[in-house]
């Protein structure tokens, strides 16, 4: 991997469960990481659904292999949540590429 090409720079958060006052359960999320990544746009799709615009944007994020990174977890970059849809090892668990969904 180029390390020139990790020009971003992304929080990995993993989700966690808490029990609030009244006892429900509250899902929160906490820093995991911090990492260089590239973020790069895929497809944008719109669809008209129940009447409301409903943007689905899909970015591919590359970054070196961190160890205990799984789907659950999410990507903040810019300012915006993305949702990690799929995640592939490449060069021989050297390099992390995640398929991410960020709905708008």
Not at 4 to 20: C, H, K, T, Y
Not at 40 to 68: C, F, N, P, W
Not at 74 to 91: F, K
Request: aromatic fraction near 4%; hydrophobic fraction near 40%.
């Amino acid at each position: 991997m180029n390390p020139g090409e990790l020009r971003e720079r992304v929080v990995i958060q993993s989700p966690s469960e808490a029990v609030n006052s009244l006892g429900e359960t509250v899902l929160s999320w906490g820093t995991f990481a911090e990492r260089w990544a590239s973020v790069e746009g895929v497809s944008a799709r719109e669809a008209l659904a129940a009447g409301q615009m409903d943007v689905t944007i899909s970015h591919k994020v590359k970054m070196r292999y961190l160890d205990g990174l799984t789907q659950k977890m999410r990507i903040l970059w810019r300012g915006r949540t993305l949702e990690i849809v799929s995640l592939l090892e490449h060069m021989n668990r050297s390099v992390h590429e995640l398929v991410c969904q960020e709905t708008l």
